[in-house]
């Protein structure tokens, strides 16, 4: 709707224009006569706000890509973009998350699967299995407490794609004894890797279990895990540990992020007709610190559409008002001609009309023509999570209508509302007609 909306506006405005040249051709010039009396104070304005409509368009790429980075990013946190929980458990304390397990996930799985709407939405699905407990450094006698993911090692490397790994390997598909730990929690024990430990465990039963592994890998953890840190270990192998064939939680991976709320939706209308006790989160509400980032660039870029508008108004209302104070002299001659104040009005707006339409060209070129230069090698943005090692930023749009918002309805909006007051001065001049 909006994008059709923005099409009707900008073909009223070609139409005008056309209109004016082709039959009012003798208006047309004598406004580029007009302009050109005050050719370098008209530029040197029109460069100003075509900067600014610039550094817009570049500034929403950009943030654009990194929302785009930072909800990647987060699903392949071990979060994914969509995790289906037993009711009750996100409320429940660390210590009682045992006791609001999904019961039967594989059952779960299988009506995703079957469902024809999701197979074209759903990339993968893994069942996990988040528990906590103390881990004990045989060598040195030293212990801490962790929070755990059991996972599937072959879902592993997708769900924690951005977990680096620092030393040694990611879970074993053979070996499913062997676990892999965060930095921190490594650090914190003095583990490395080959490093045999000791994992103490509060069972489904509420019974204490020792069980004695080996690290696998350490990895440098893509977010924050916990206060302690995070161990990762074979879902079969936590299962026989815990005594349990439960999950925590059914995570889904989708194959394009823009379409979470329409997968969620689908899932829970599945979850309402077979009257299941389970609810599905997206990523975002599971993630606070994505979320608020999120909110936090959301105001960046509003705020500098504001100043934007603001500034395009302010300066292309400046222009029109310098116009005007060079046509005072000539309005009698234009009376004498048979102009009328609906005359002089009308060629305020033509002005206006074909100020916001060089503004939107201009603006649409010299950003385009600078985000293809940028796109070539990207921006190099240093991370302090990958050891200093930068990854690169692109200018991006996902949706062609905020695209036309900034370089096509915004200097149409601004001109239309700088037109106001000119108009209406041009429609209060006295016109002597001797």
Known sequence: MATLLDVIIFSLVIIVVLYTFLVKSTDAKYLFLIFKNNFRVNIFLLMIIIFFYVVSFLCGGFLNHLIVQLEEHTARTNIGHIQIYQKGYLDSSRNENMKYLIEKPSEIITLLNENDDLNSLISNIAEQ???????????????????????????????????????????????HQEITLDSKLAGS?????????????????????????????????????????????????????????SASTVSLFLNDVTKTEQTLAIINNIIEQHQLEL????????????????????????????????ISFSLVGLILMISIGSRYDDINVLASIGANQFYLARMVIFEGVCLA?????????????????????????????????SYQAYIVWGKWSDFILILVIFPIISTITALIYPVYKMLCVRVNFR
């Open 357 to 389: 339409l060089i503004i939107s060209f201009l603006s649409f070129i010299i950003s385009i023509s600078i985000s293809y230069l940028i796109n070539i090698n990207g921006i190099n943005i240093t991370s302090e999570k990958t050891a200093g090692d």
């Open 279 to 310: 609810e599905a989160l997206p990523w975002n509400k599971l993630s606070d610190h994505a979320s608020v980032t999120i909110k936090f660039f959301s105001v960046i870029f509003l705020f500098i559409k504001l100043l934007t508008l603001i």
């Open 129 to 175: 299995l988040v528990f906590s407990g103390s881990i004990h450094n045989e060598e040195i006698n030293t212990s801490t407490y962790f929070r755990a993911i059991a996972i599937e090692p072959f879902e592993s490397i997708k769900f924690g794609a951005y977990d680096l790994t620092i030393s040694g390997s990611d879970l074993s598909k053979v070996n």
């Open 189 to 245: 024990v003095g583990l490395s890797y080959g490093s045999k430990v000791e994992l103490r465990i509060i069972d489904s039963l509420g019974r204490e279990t020792k069980t004695n592994t080996r690290v696998r890998g350490v990895f440098q953890a893509g977010v924050k895990s916990s206060d302690y840190g995070m161990l990762k270990i074979p879902i079969e192998t936590a299962r026989k540990i815990l005594k349990t064939s």
